[in-house]
Nanobody, 116 residues
Framework: QVQLVESGGGLVQAGGSLRLSCAASGIFFSINTMGWYRQAPGKQRELVAV???????DYADSVKGRFTISRDNAKNSVYLQMNSLKPEDTAVYYC??????????WGQGTQVTVSS
């Protein structure tokens, strides 16, 4: 089994910053893709940012220029630096990993709340 553990959510004022972290544990060969999704109340889960091995990261248009995704393959971890946060960024943020051969996994989610 593969487990993803997220941390770093919280409450911040508009214009502030937060950094989310996600670490994968378990027995596996490699992680092809790691990313972050979010789900606001009453809305569908949406992609925020994704980083695939050997490729440049991709971002949702709504976060381009404000959020930065990065990963540390040695630590099987992915990070999301969120700057210039807006109230509309308020959501539960989920870490996602596509593990080679095994499948797709999700973290438990971490709440990000941005006050106006």
């Amino acid at each position: 089994q593969v487990q993803l553990v997220e941390s770093g959510g919280g409450l911040v004022q508009a214009g502030g910053s937060l950094r989310l972290s996600c670490a994968a544990s378990g027995i596996f060969f490699s992680i092809n893709t790691m990313g972050w999704y979010r789900q606001a109340p009453g809305k569908q889960r949406e992609l925020v940012a994704v980083i695939i091995n050997g490729r440049n990261p991709d971002y949702a248009d709504s976060v381009k220029g404000r959020f930065t995704i990065s990963r540390d393959n040695a630590k099987n971890s992915v990070y999301l630096q969120m700057n210039s946060l807006k109230p509309e960024d308020t959501a539960v943020y989920y870490c996602n990993a596509i593990v080679s051969i095994i499948g797709t996994y999700w973290g438990q989610g971490t709440q990000v709340t941005v006050s106006s």
